[in-house]
């Protein structure tokens, strides 16, 4: 249940929990990444984010700078690794 992508609670056990795997995991330029909001961390973007899939453009400190299509239009954002998973295209 903890890699759902409703965003309403926790499972009791995992309340105040995270998962360092996520929060030290890295990405290279290019990867497609999607938005899981990491509810025991500040997500300090609006909620439409979560499930959106974005581009990797580079690493800025401890965060991942993507580009990410909001109705056809690109957007930039800079997000931390804890709230990214990785994803594969389907060729």
Same mark, same amino acid.
Request: hydrophobic share 30%; no cysteine.
């Given at each position: 249940?903890?890699?759902?992508f409703m965003?309403?609670?926790?499972?009791?056990?995992? /309340?105040? =929990?995270? %998962?360092?795997?996520?929060?030290f995991?890295?990405?290279?330029?290019?990867? +497609?990444v999607?938005?899981s909001?990491?509810?025991?961390?500040p997500?300090?973007?609006?909620?439409k984010?979560?499930?959106?899939?974005g581009k990797v453009?580079? /690493?800025? =400190?401890? %965060?991942?700078?993507?580009?990410?299509?909001?109705?056809?239009k690109?957007k +930039?954002?800079?997000?931390?690794?804890?709230?990214?998973k990785?994803i594969?295209?389907?060729k």
């Amino acid at each position: 249940m903890a890699d759902d992508f409703m965003l309403t609670h926790k499972n009791p056990r995992q /309340k105040g =929990k995270i %998962s360092f795997k996520r929060y030290f995991q890295e990405f290279k330029p290019g990867d +497609y990444v999607a938005v899981s909001m990491e509810l025991s961390v500040p997500f300090p973007y609006p909620k439409k984010l979560q499930g959106r899939t974005g581009k990797v453009i580079e /690493k800025r =400190k401890s %965060s991942y700078y993507l580009e990410i299509n909001d109705l056809n239009k690109p957007k +930039y954002y800079n997000i931390r690794p804890i709230h990214l998973k990785k994803i594969e295209l389907k060729k």
